[in-house]
């Protein structure tokens, strides 16, 4: 169980939120370099709940996109995964997400929240961005083809890291799949054998 006993205490905790729909090598990179950057003792990837009542929704069941994410991330030892925000029900919002894993990791512990730079201009632009910034700091991966507008970001809470540029993205590796093209290499190996598995993006 992420965060479980007393070593919580003064830990740094890395937590990277996604679809992961599915989960790509662009994710696993990007937890990586910032764990390394920030020295992090631990990255927990946080799969969004299913969008809440949503008809016609394209998102992949949870339950497989928690799967798959377990899957990409068992071989690292300071990689896990949580499923606050697909246990919780209703829509995923970041503020639950943190002040759920604020419980599992304890006080001590200090949460960096990880997100690509454009899914960090959106979060920034919400009136409620201060609050977000008692509960963690947050850093923002700048991906290929992205800069993000830096006008308002509040120094001590906002970092930009720049890791390794691959243009991988999720919707991509769906539109192989249906398109009957390779996802190897793309994502994990064990995850382009789950995606057969269960036939999901057909
Ligand atoms: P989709 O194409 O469906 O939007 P995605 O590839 O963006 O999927 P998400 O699950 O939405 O994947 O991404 C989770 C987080 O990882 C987001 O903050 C996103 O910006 C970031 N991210 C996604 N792909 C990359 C990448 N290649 N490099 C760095 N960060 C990425
Ligand atoms: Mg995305």
């Not at 709940?49 to 394209?58: I, L």
């Not at 002040?99 to 200090?110: F, I, N, P």
Request: proline share 6%.
């Amino acid at each position: 169980v992420p965060g479980s006993g007393a070593a919580g205490a003064g830990r740094r905790i890395g937590i990277m939120g996604g679809t992961f729909d599915p989960v790509h090598h662009g994710h696993l990179v990007a937890a990586s370099e910032v764990a390394g950057r920030f020295e992090l003792d631990e990255v927990v990837f946080v799969p969004t709940g299913d969008p809440w009542q949503k008809a016609g929704s394209r998102v992949t069941p949870a339950e497989d996109r928690y799967l798959m994410t377990v899957i990409a991330t068992a071989s690292n030892p300071r990689f896990a995964v949580s499923r606050v925000d697909i246990d919780r029900d209703g829509p995923t919002y970041t503020v639950d997400t943190l002040r759920d894993l604020r419980d599992v990791y304890g006080a001590g512990a200090k949460l960096f929240f990880i997100t690509g730079a454009d899914a960090l201009s959106k979060i920034l632009s919400w009136k409620d961005a201060e609050h977000l910034f008692e509960l963690a700091h947050f850093v923002g991966v700048t991906r290929p083809g992205f800069t993000l507008s830096d006008s308002h970001l509040p120094a001590d809470a906002v970092s930009l890291v720049q890791v390794p540029a691959l243009a991988i993205s999720s919707s991509d590796c769906r539109a192989r799949v249906a398109g009957g093209q390779p996802v190897w290499y793309l994502v994990p190996d064990g995850v382009v054998q789950y995606i057969a598995k269960r036939h999901l993006y057909r």
